[in-house]
């Protein structure tokens, strides 16, 4: 029997499909979405698909081409783009620096520039405390950070506002591109000022957003990182007139900005946000608190270490002394407004102009100005007052134009406010007497007296004291301020060679027609006035008052202009000039100025009170300083028992006191008249005839203090 024909087993058992394995490879096997039998689901799903189809097909098409619209538009920036060299300096307008006659720094203004600067070559804490600052991925991103603007969208939708309003998320690129303004230089024919081409680049829409981007992803593809970072520091403004990191460290540290410090450089740094509110010469308190907010960013980057940051918290930075002065704001303001107006407001050079100031005479005038109003001036008087302290040349040393002495760009009272001269004018009378020939000792009649004035009827003026003295020397007609005398002598010398005089001595205002001229019925201003009582000090030579002496170029050595002195022309006869001088310092031992008295020193000068006490002068000299000083109030209120030889007197002594702190007593320049006989007969003094005399009090006040 044989197998043969039988067939063989298998060699194994066949392979069985359990249950578990057909779940398996059922779950391995494609899924099929049950379709559902709903007609109305069926459609919505294929509505769907097809929406999600258009949008994918169209929505790639889009990308591509806004990126290449993108790319093109970056690409044609890019081409635009020139050297970064030529991008650190934008300013529309150079900067003026303002030296003393020490030749130290007391002023800025324009649009400052210290000096290039660089990412290499700045403080590195200046540089991390930018980054810091401004742009902590500064490093990281191509020119726009998504990050960034992400989480500025978050933070203002937080706070209420719209994603675009508030935080922008801008890298320093895209500042650095608004600050070029997209490559768009300053225009005189298409904006009308400064201030709206700088508010034109400074505009925020979705537009100007789009353009910044561009031009920030060309900087960043045409220029280094270090690059980008130097152009910013460079072109930023930082306050008080400071644009780019050595201006404001120049101006606030009188230091350079490779020399910063950690607090310094975060004080610097914190001015990014706002310039003009946080600047330290605005309020230094301030800017140290938001320094203090940069201090911190700093140490938890790890720019600073703690023991850093705790040493830059505990010593904040502080302005340098030149800064935290802030002294010869209205001198600083009238030189700029003396000088060229294209190289001085208008200048698109950078200049440096020498002055006549002294800083320790400036000093003195602020501190007297105080000292007064702090003593003797009730609080919250409106009243105003100004100084003028110059040399005998003209050379202006000192200048307060009113009480606030910081004040930049304010109202100055010394060369903007022309008031009534009062009696101050009386010198000029018995300048032109004695030039023509009368002495001091000449006699005059002070007695009633009366003029008719063609067109305006009969004029008689009065005494302050509402008396008559008889016969009086010009010397004690000048020194007790007596009214009547004054008009006499210039009608006997005439008016118009008073008027001349006068004028040639320095005082440019229209001067009075009638006779009320010898009484200071006309207008002139506080310089004016001092500078013609410096050309009586002089020997009779007119003088210009000038604060200017060099002005040149930065780095060049030759000035554009100079000048040494401010006298001019001869008015008078040196010995007309001296027996003046001596006429006027008896004013100061024996008449009305009396207040005005300095210890062991002599001193002239001359009270002046103007009608209704709406203006009180006084002004006088030393043999090496002139001073003069107004007092009055800007509406011409009447001031209220004030006369020129009270308060303004007392203002001139803390003045010259000050100023002549160190300085040897020197004679005034002066010569005692020859006796000389009497030549009008003296009638007995008598009072004036009975009538209204105005308030008792005013009565005894002018009693006491004269005009």
Partial sequence: MGNSGRRKPPLAAPKRTTGGSARKAKARAPRRRARSRNPLVRLVRAVLGGIWRLVWGVGWRVGVAVSLVL???????????????????????????????????????????????????????LKNAVIATEDRR??????????????????????????????????????????????????????????????????????????????????????????????YLNRAYLGAGAYGAEAAAQRYFGKSAATLNAAEAAMIAGLLTAPSTLAPTANLERSQNRASVVVGLMQRQGYLSDEQASAALARPARLSEAAERKAGGYFADWVMGAGPEFLTRDTTEDVIIRTTLDARIQRAAEAAMKTVFADKVRDGSKAQAAIVVMSADGAVRAMVGGRDTTAIGAFNRAIMAKRQTGSAFKPFVYAAALELGESANSVVVDEPYCLDIPGSGRWCPE??????????????????????????????????????????????????????????????TLLEM???????????????????????????????????????????????????????????????????????????????????????????????YVAGVWMGYDDNTPLTGVTGGGLPAEIWRETMLRVHEGLEPKPLPMQRPAPQP??????????????????????????????
């Fill in 463 to 524: 005494n302050y004291t509402r008396d008559y003295k008889g016969s009086v020397t010009l010397t004690q007609a000048l020194a007790q301020s007596i009214n009547v005398p004054a008009v006499k002598v210039a009608q006997r010398v005439g008016l118009d060679t008073v008027r001349k005089v006068a004028s040639d001595f320095g005082i440019d205002s229209d001067m009075a027609d009638g006779p009320a001229l010898a009484l200071g019925a006309s207008e002139s």
């Fill in 678 to 707: 009497a030549t009008a007969t003296a009638p007995p003094p008598r009072r004036r005839a009975p009538g209204p005399i105005g308030n008792p009090i005013e009565t005894i006040l002018r009693s006491i203090f004269g005009n």
């Fill in 71 to 125: 790319a093109l538009a970056v690409a044609y920036t890019y081409t635009t783009l020139p050297a970064y060299q030529t991008l650190i300096d934008g300013r529309a307008r150079g900067s003026v620096t303002l030296l003393d006659r020490d030749g130290e720094v007391f002023a800025w203004r324009g649009h400052q520039f210290g000096g290039i600067v660089t990412a290499d070559t700045v403080s590195p804490h």
């Fill in 138 to 231: 500064f490093y990281l991103h191509p020119g726009v950070d998504p990050i960034g603007i992400a989480s500025a969208i978050r933070i203002n939708l937080r706070e209420g506002r719209g994603p675009l309003e508030g935080n922008g998320g801008s890298t320093i690129t895209q500042q650095t591109a608004k600050l070029l303004c997209f490559g768009e230089d300053y225009d005189e024919t298409r904006w009308q000022s400064e201030a709206e081409y700088v508010a034109y680049c400074r505009q925020s829409s979705i537009w100007r957003k789009l353009r910044e981007a561009v031009y920030a992803l060309a900087m960043e593809a045409k220029f280094a990182k270090d690059e980008i970072l130097t152009i």
């Fill in 530 to 624: 001092t500078g013609a009582y410096a050309g009586i000090l002089n020997g009779g030579s007119s003088v210009t008052p000038f604060g200017m002496t060099d002005l040149r170029l930065l780095g060049e050595d030759r000035p554009l202009m100079a000048r040494e002195t401010g006298i001019g022309e001869r008015v008078i006869r040196e010995s007309a000039a001296r027996e003046l001088v001596w006429m006027m310092s008896r004013v100061v031992e024996d008449g009305t100025g009396r207040r005005a008295r300095l210890p062991g020193r002599e001193v002239a000068g001359k009270t002046g009170t103007t009608q209704a006490a709406r203006d009180a002068w006084f002004l006088g000299f030393t043999a090496d």
